[in-house]
């Protein structure tokens, strides 16, 4: 079973037990985050794909760590003007390791029609 999930902006497919890195999180270390907006879940070959978000579906992870990325260098030059600049950055992320991939959008579905039997039973009986 896996999901496509939309976090911070940009969509991964994740799926139980994955660790990634997403962008800067609130939260702290050890905390467990639920993310709500599920665009895709496939299970076998039954998939779910919402308008634009699966309802009820939702992904639990748990938060490692927040990290800094590889260094990425910046180097400009004019030639001949004696001028160079050397910069340097490392963008941070936040490592969360996915421990659920729940769709509940079915039995959402089921209390629903339950629901609505009961109401029109009172009111016959009114």
Known sequence: MYAIVEIAGKQYKVSQDDTLYVATQEAAAGDKVTYDRVLLIADG???T???????????????????KGDKVLVFKKKRRKHYKVKNGHRQPYTQIKIEAVSSSSAKKKATKKAAKPKATAEAAAE
């Open 45 to 47: 070959d039954k998939i």
């Open 49 to 67: 794909v919402g308008s634009p978000a699966v309802e009820g579906a939702s992904v639990q992870a748990v938060i490692l760590d927040h990290v």
